[in-house]
C-alpha cells in the first residue's frame, strides 16, 4: 500500500496469540523456583531429590530447561536460614509468619541471588521479583517486595546494574 506521498506502508509484523508468545527461559525457571519454594515453605519434603524429580516432570519443558531454576532452588533452600534472617532485619515491624507464602517465596529467590549470585546484576533481580510479585501477588505485595529488596540493594557493595566478578 502507498501513501499519497509516494512512500511505502510500514510493515506490521503478525500479531501472535498469548499462547504463542514464549516468557524468557530464565523468566519461566524464576516462575518454576517460586512455584517449587512456595510449595516448599507450606510442606518441607522428606526426600529433596524425589521432591524435585516430580515436580520437573510435572512440567512443560524437561527438567534440563530448568536448569536455572534448580540452581536457585537448590541455592536458597542451602542458604534458607541466612536469607530468613536477613528478610526480618529488612522488614521492620513486620511479623515474619504474616508474610504471604507466594511473598516469601518470591522474596528468598531474590534475596538468594542479590546477596549470593554476584553473575546476576541487582536491577534485573529486582526487577524479575516485581514482575513475578504482579503476576502472582497483590498489589500492596509488590510494594512490599520493592521496599525489602531495594533497602537489599542499598546495602550491596557492588554495582547494581551489571554483574560482578569479584
Known amino acids: 500500500m502507498r ?4 512512500q511505502s506502508a510500514p510493515q506490521v509484523p503478525p500479531v501472535m496469540s498469548e499462547e504463542k508468545k514464549q516468557k524468557p527461559q530464565r523468566r519461566l525457571c524464576r516462575v518454576a523456583c517460586m512455584q517449587y519454594l512456595y510449595a516448599w515453605s507450606i510442606n518441607p519434603p522428606a526426600d529433596l531429590s524425589d521432591s524435585l524429580r516430580l515436580f520437573f516432570e510435572g512440567l512443560e519443558e524437561e527438567r534440563d530447561f530448568y536448569s536455572f531454576a534448580e540452581e536457585l532452588i537448590f541455592g536458597v533452600i542451602e542458604n534458607v536460614d541466612t536469607i530468613d ?15 504471604a507464602k507466594i511473598d516469601l517465596a518470591i522474596l528468598r529467590m531474590a534475596l538468594y541471588e542479590l546477596l549470593f549470585r554476584k553473575d546476576i546484576p541487582p536491577v534485573v533481580s529486582i526487577n524479575e521479583a516485581i514482575d513475578l510479585s504482579k503476576e502472582y501477588s497483590s498489589q500492596e505485595s509488590r510494594r512490599f517486595i520493592n521496599g525489602i529488596l531495594d533497602k537489599q540493594r542499598g546495602e550491596l557493595s557492588r ?4 554483574p560482578s566478578w569479584e
Open 85 to 99: 534472617s536477613k528478610i526480618k532485619e529488612l522488614a521492620k515491624n513486620w511479623d515474619f509468619e504474616r508474610i
Open 3 to 6: 501513501f499519497g506521498n509516494g
Open 159 to 162: 554495582p547494581s546494574r551489571s
